[in-house]
């Protein structure tokens, strides 16, 4: 069965741009989490999707929206960029909740912002 | 709000020989989750080891093992027979069980880990 897949692997955009980071859970997973890892530290937590409701959001300003579809993937976009946003952006998907249900993590979105 | 701090930056093994990592956690919740997980130089992050808080005996799973102290709050993950494909980034996080919301995962800093021929 294949894993949790995200795309694009890498992106560069440049300062005020929009980008829309994609990913798609594990076949029968429900809830779709994303994180932000910045170079050097732990991931931070942005938000969780479960059955297309959003279930949590971390302290990530409103340029920061989220979706999930019908299928389950998700999408993360992040609007007016800034420096700052540069890291890597990981999607995780779990089969339900709220029990904690391993979250599979995928192999992540490297985000350069110039 | 709960955090999670791993002191050790950074640490270095020789093959063969027995590591602990260190994880300390500060929370006000009494049901929780703690969790070791890894991620190697390719990113993937894997989950090593789970500690449901309820459960006073620890966790183990094949060489990794926790040493769960609730009321220190402390979290330590110890490695036998480290192998050269355990050099990764290793992270503790916290999960509190809220019924019906969402299962979010705080991560402490991380701590790199080298194991050496």
């Known amino acids: 069965d294949a894993g949790v897949t995200q795309s694009p692997t890498h992106l560069i955009k440049t300062r005020g741009q929009h980008v829309t980071l994609r990913c798609s859970p594990i076949?029968?997973?429900?809830?779709v989490s994303w994180y932000q890892q910045v170079l050097g530290q732990g991931p931070q937590f942005i938000f969780q999707?479960?059955?297309?409701?959003?279930?949590g959001r971390g302290n990530f300003p409103d340029r920061f929206s989220a979706r999930q579809f019908p299928n389950y993937s998700s999408e993360l976009n992040v609007n007016a960029l800034l420096l700052g946003d540069s890291a890597l952006y990981l999607c995780?998907?779990?089969?339900?909740?709220?029990?904690?249900?391993?979250?599979?993590f995928g192999p992540g979105t490297r985000l350069t912002v110039t | 709000a709960q955090t999670v701090t791993q002191s050790q930056p950074e640490m270095s093994v020789q093959e063969a020989e027995t590591v602990t990592l260190s994880c300390t956690y500060d929370?006000?919740?009494?049901?929780?989750?703690l969790f070791w997980y890894k991620q190697p130089p390719s990113r993937q992050m894997i989950l090593v080891i789970r500690?449901?808080?309820?459960?006073?005996q620890n966790a183990t799973e094949n060489r990794f093992s926790v040493n769960f102290q609730k009321a220190a709050k402390s979290f330590s993950l110890k490695i036998s027979d480290s192998q050269l494909g355990d050099t990764a980034m290793y992270f503790c996080?916290?999960?509190?069980?809220?019924?019906?919301?969402?299962?979010?995962?705080?991560f402490g800093g991380g701590t790199r880990l080298m194991v050496k021929p």
């Open positions: 500690q449901e808080a309820y459960k006073q």
């Open positions: 999707y479960y059955e297309k409701e959003e279930r």
């Open positions: 995780a998907s779990s089969s339900g909740l709220p029990w904690p249900y391993e979250q599979y």
């Open positions: 076949s029968g997973h429900k809830s």
């Open positions: 929370t006000s919740e009494s049901n929780y989750y």
């Open positions: 996080a916290f999960m509190k069980h809220v019924l019906n919301a969402g299962n979010m995962l705080t």
